[in-house]
């Protein structure tokens, strides 16, 4: 019981931490907006009466930045904490490197996935209102396509949230728990996290798969090259959408061949990472200790 606790605390702490830091960054620059719209209004007392509207416009067009902002200053934080720990940064968040011919497949594999859950979820019957939650949920992050809104999206979003779910509350997670239950405990947060019932379904899948990979690679950086690449294939796979007929044979094309291409990529990761497993295992054998700070027993296997 008490491993549990010395598990389940850190993991806490974090999440805690991140969301704290959030509320803080979203409150002061609310604030910030607040006041810039007051300022506008004072230049043209004509807008006085709007001013919670142009706050509020202001605030959707800067709720990126803000998150970004967040998010470094959690990096931060979560750095000086590994670093009064006198724990490595590297071994405490699993920064082993991986060469590019093991992990190419991954960046393939974000891009086959977005393909499937995009369409597959268009194709479902989805009910008005849980469709219309989702479309005004997708409005919040910009109705323009920005740089900050890239950056943030498909950059600055994948490595904190792999550092956070993946790295910092899966591994304290896994002190005092099996790893199968401390798989699905991040995932969980993680879809919960996203708010909406959409997105909770199908980040709660992404998140048992991006810590499968990092287990499979006993590396963080394939879980954060496989999110990047999801999130990515949000604006490189626009002009393709609009050379495809929207209509259901296309659809249903794109789900099958997505789905197909997804699996055998699926296959191609768990060939490469058995083989470095083997190869890792051999070595460790033959010098008497365990690869990678974590035993085999722990690792998912076919």
Not at 33 to 61: C, F, H, Q, R, Y
Request: glycine share 4%; with cysteine.
């Amino acid at each position: 019981m008490k491993k549990f606790f010395k598990a389940i605390g850190p993991a806490v702490g974090y999440f805690i931490i991140y969301f704290v830091i959030n509320i803080i960054v979203l409150f002061i620059g609310s604030l910030y907006l607040v006041i810039k719209a007051e300022v506008l209004a004072m230049t043209n007392p004509s807008l006085v009466e709007t001013i919670p509207d142009i706050a509020e416009a202001l605030k959707g067009s800067n709720i990126m930045l803000f998150s970004s902002v967040a998010s470094i200053i959690f990096l931060f934080v979560c750095w000086l904490i590994i670093l009064c720990t006198n724990t490595p940064l590297k071994e405490r968040l699993e920064l082993n490197p991986v060469s590019f011919r093991s992990f190419w497949p991954v960046i393939a594999l974000g891009i086959t996935l977005n393909i499937f859950i995009s369409q597959f979820l268009g194709s479902l019957p989805i009910p008005e209102n849980v469709f219309n939650e989702y479309a005004q949920a997708t409005s919040l992050l910009g109705n323009e396509i920005t740089l900050v809104q890239i950056l943030s999206v498909v950059i600055v979003a994948p490595i904190v949230e792999e550092i956070l779910y993946r790295g910092l509350i899966m591994k304290s997670l896994q002190i005092g728990m099996p790893v199968v239950i401390a798989l699905i405990i991040q995932a969980l947060i993680f879809g919960l996290m996203h708010g909406q019932l959409l997105w909770i379904c199908y980040a709660t899948f992404l998140g048992v798969l991006l810590a499968i990979i990092r287990l499979r690679y006993k590396s963080l950086y394939p879980s954060i090259l496989l999110h990047m690449s999801f999130n990515a294939a949000n604006y490189i796979l626009i002009p393709l959408y609009y050379l495809i007929p929207d209509n259901v044979f296309s659809n249903v094309i794109l789900i099958t061949v997505a789905l197909i291409i997804s699996v055998f990529l699926g296959i191609v990761i768990f060939k490469k990472t058995n083989n470095t497993l083997y190869a890792n295992n051999i070595s460790a054998e033959n010098s008497g200790e365990f690869p990678n700070q974590e035993t085999p027993e722990i690792c998912l296997k076919e």
